[in-house]
């Protein structure tokens, strides 16, 4: 997992936008932010400078020489276990809504849900690394067979298999 996530980093280091928590609407300045990302598959990470978010070592990465903790990581597009086509690209996946139980929400704009966060952690910005890729779904199982098999703690916004984790 880490070397993959490096590598991710370390190839689409100009692939990077920043969301800032203060903004006046986040669900603006989130597409302003996320308007260069390609609406095609691929996987996108989340990070928070690592002064401000502690984590165990599996999720610290350096971006440009600073410390980072891996937050979330998604996918967009590509094809499901099942065969099912997901046509929702990155820009799309990134900017669409998103359900939280342990926050009570359901279908909440993403940037909204980022600020609830980013808030509750007292988190300022978050640090997006996409990589446009044609199978992310073999990349996201990566990750959580890595952390599986290793009995590692998600990401925070990470809880898919029915896992939560505590920052």
Known sequence: ??????????????????????????VKHLKIQSNLVPNTAGLYLVFCRENICKANSHLKFEINNINHTLLYFGKAGGTTHS????TQGLNGRINNVV?????????????NYWTI????YQIE??????????????????IYN????????????N?????????
Do not use: C, W
């Open 1 to 26: 997992m880490q070397e993959l996530v490096l590598n991710i980093i370390n190839t689409n280091h100009n692939n990077l936008f920043v969301y800032n928590r203060l903004s006046e609407n986040s």
């Open 99 to 111: 359900s939280d139980s342990k926050h009570n929400l359901k279908d909440v704009k993403r940037a």
């Open 83 to 86: 065969g099912k086509i997901i």
């Open 159 to 167: 809880k898919k298999r029915g896992r939560y984790n505590i920052l």
């Open 125 to 142: 910005t978050l640090y997006v690394i996409y990589y446009p890729y044609q199978d992310p779904q073999s990349l996201e199982n990566v």
């Open 117 to 120: 966060v980013m808030t509750e």
């Open 146 to 157: 890595f952390l599986d098999v290793n009995n590692l703690v998600y990401p925070l916004m």
